[in-house]
C-alpha cells in the first residue's frame, strides 16, 4: 500500500516534466524561427521550398556525393571531372566532364543564338554557372541594338585547377571537333600563379597541370599513395553518404528547429569532409609505405630544382601572355571575339576593408596560396600593357570587389559568395558590351 502513496507524486512530477519538455521545445522552436528569418529573410512555415540544394542556406562548393575520387587523368586536358549529375537542377558534369546543361559540341537550335565559351579554372566554372543562372551578359547585351533578339548560350571549358596552357589546349581541342563560339572569355590569373608555384615547390614544370590534382590521381594510378593518403581517401568517402543522408532530412524538415539542427549538423559533416580533403593533399605526395621509387607509368617534365621566386614567377607571366596571344590569334582568324579577365582574389593587397566576419572565412595563415598571390599578381599585373599591345581585350578584374561592404568570399582560396559573383559577373558584362556596342551581330 506504501507504494500507492507515490504514485499522485510520480505522477505530478511526470505532468511538470511534460509541462517543461513542451515549453522547452517552444522556446526551441521559437529561437530557430528567429534565427532561420534572419539567416534567409522569410518565415520558415511560409518559405518557398525548392529541390535545389542551394536553397538549403548550406555551402556545398567543392563537395561531390558521389565518388571519393571526382577527377579522372585525360590524354589531352590532363584531367577532367568524371561525368555526372550534379546538384544543381539543370547542370550535370556533361560528356567531357564539363558542368554544363549541355554537352558538347553544342549546336544551335536557332539562328538567333550566341555562343559564348568560358576558359579558366574553378572561378571561371562558377561564373558560367551564375550566368546560366542570372543572365547577366544576356540581359546587358540585350541592350544592344545587335543582340536584341538573342539568346545567349555559355558553354563552360573550364574546370577546377585549370591553368595555363590549359585553357588554351582545351579550346583548340574543342574547335577541332566543330565547336562553333561567338564569343570567348577566359577568366584566370590566380591559378597561373598559385598552382604553378606549387608545381615549382614540388620540382614539377610549371606549365604541367597542376600537382594538387594530377599527382593525386597518378598515385593512384600507380597504387603507390602513403597510407596516410589512403586513410583521408576513406575518411571522405565515409562522409559522402553521411552528408547525402543529412541533405535529404534537412530539405524534409517539418519544423525550424529540425531545419537548424540538421543546417549545424550537415555544416559540420562538410566542415569534415574538406578537413579530410586537405589531409588528401598535404599526404598525396609521401610515397607509399613499400614503394622502394618504382617509376610512374605517367611521365610528367620534371624540374633538377625549385626556382626562385624572381625566376618562377617571371617564367609563369611570360607563359601567361604567350598562351593568350595565341588564343586570340586562334579566334582572331575565326572572327570570333575575345576577352580576358584577370580575377580578384583575397590574398593581393588592395584598398578593400574586410568585415571581421568575412577575415575568418577568407583568410588562412596556413593558406599554400598567400605568399605566391602577393608576390606573383604584381608579375601579371606588368603584363598588361603587352597584352593590350598584342590587340587583346583585356580587363584587369582586381579592384572590382574594393567598394562592396557585403562578404564576397566563400573560402580562403579563391571563390565569391553570392555579392561577389555578382559583381564580377556584372564586371564581365559591362566590359564586353563596351567593346561590342559598336560591333555587328556576331
Known amino acids: 500500500m506504501k507504494n500507492f502513496k507515490f504514485l499522485p507524486q510520480a505522477k505530478e512530477g511526470l505532468k511538470i516534466g511534460l509541462i517543461n519538455l513542451v515549453v522547452l521545445f517552444l522556446l526551441l522552436e521559437f529561437g530557430s524561427l528567429i534565427f532561420y528569418y534572419f539567416k534567409h529573410q522569410q518565415l520558415f512555415y511560409t518559405r518557398e521550398r525548392s529541390e535545389d540544394l542551394q536553397n538549403l542556406g548550406i555551402n556545398l562548393e567543392g563537395v561531390r556525393v ?7 587523368l585525360h590524354p589531352y586536358f590532363g584531367y577532367i571531372q568524371k561525368p555526372s549529375p550534379d546538384f544543381r537542377p539543370g547542370f550535370k558534369y556533361n560528356n567531357y566532364g564539363f558542368l554544363s546543361p549541355y554537352d558538347y559540341p553544342y549546336k544551335k537550335t536557332n539562328k538567333n543564338q550566341v555562343i559564348v565559351g568560358v576558359l579558366g579554372g574553378s572561378v571561371a566554372s562558377n561564373y558560367s554557372i551564375y550566368e546560366v543562372q542570372n543572365k547577366i551578359l544576356e540581359k546587358k547585351l540585350k541592350q544592344l541594338p545587335q543582340f536584341k533578339d538573342k539568346e545567349i548560350i555559355i558553354l ?11 585553357q588554351l589546349i582545351t579550346l583548340n581541342y574543342m574547335l577541332s571537333l566543330g565547336q562553333k563560339f561567338d564569343l570567348v572569355i ?23 597541370p597542376s600537382a594538387s590534382h594530377v599527382q593525386a590521381l597518378t598515385g593512384l594510378a600507380n597504387n603507390s599513395l602513403s597510407t596516410k593518403a589512403l586513410k583521408a581517401l576513406l575518411s571522405i568517402k565515409d562522409h559522402k553518404p553521411k552528408i547525402k543522408n543529412a541533405l535529404e532530412t534537412l530539405k524534409d524538415c517539418p519544423l525550424a528547429s529540425c531545419h537548424v539542427i540538421m543546417s549545424l549538423y550537415t555544416q559540420e559533416l562538410i566542415k569534415n569532409y574538406h578537413r ?23 611521365y610528367f617534365y620534371m624540374e633538377d630544382r625549385v626556382l626562385p621566386d624572381a625566376e618562377i614567377f617571371q617564367e609563369i607571366t ?29 590574398y593581393y593587397p588592395t584598398k578593400r576593408v574586410f568585415s571581421e566576419a568575412e577575415k575568418k572565412v577568407a583568410f588562412s595563415e596556413d593558406s599554400p596560396y598567400k605568399d605566391s598571390i602577393k608576390k606573383g599578381y604584381p608579375y601579371l599585373l606588368k603584363k598588361v600593357d603587352e597584352l593590350k599591345a598584342n590587340q587583346i581585350n583585356f580587363f584587369n578584374g582586381v579592384l572590382i570587389l ?8 566563400i573560402d580562403n582560396c579563391c571563390h ?12 564581365v558584362a ?3 558590351v563596351n567593346v561590342l556596342k559598336n560591333q555587328p551581330t556576331p
Do not use: C
Not at 563552360?156 to 590549359?166: E, I, N
Open 402 to 409: 574594393d567598394n562592396t561592404k557585403e562578404q564576397a568570399y
Open 66 to 72: 558521389g565518388e571519393s575520387v571526382i577527377e579522372r
Open 416 to 427: 565569391y559568395d553570392q555579392p561577389g559573383e555578382n559583381i564580377l559577373s556584372n564586371f
Open 318 to 346: 611570360n607563359n601567361w601572355v604567350k598562351t593568350s596571344t595565341l588564343i586570340h590569334q586562334v579566334l582572331s582568324a575565326n572572327n570570333i571575339p575575345y576577352f580576358h579577365i584577370l580575377q580578384p582574389n583575397q
Open 186 to 208: 577566359n577568366i584566370d590569373g590566380f591559378n597561373e600563379i598559385a598552382l604553378a608555384n606549387i608545381n615549382n615547390q614540388n620540382q614539377l614544370n610549371f606549365a604541367m
Open 156 to 166: 563552360s571549358l573550364a574546370t577546377g585547377g585549370y591553368k595555363q596552357p590549359q
Open 430 to 432: 559591362d566590359s564586353i
Open 276 to 298: 579530410d580533403v586537405a589531409r588528401f593533399e598535404r599526404y598525396r605526395q609521401q610515397k607509399a609505405d613499400d614503394d622502394k621509387g618504382s617509376e610512374s607509368v605517367i
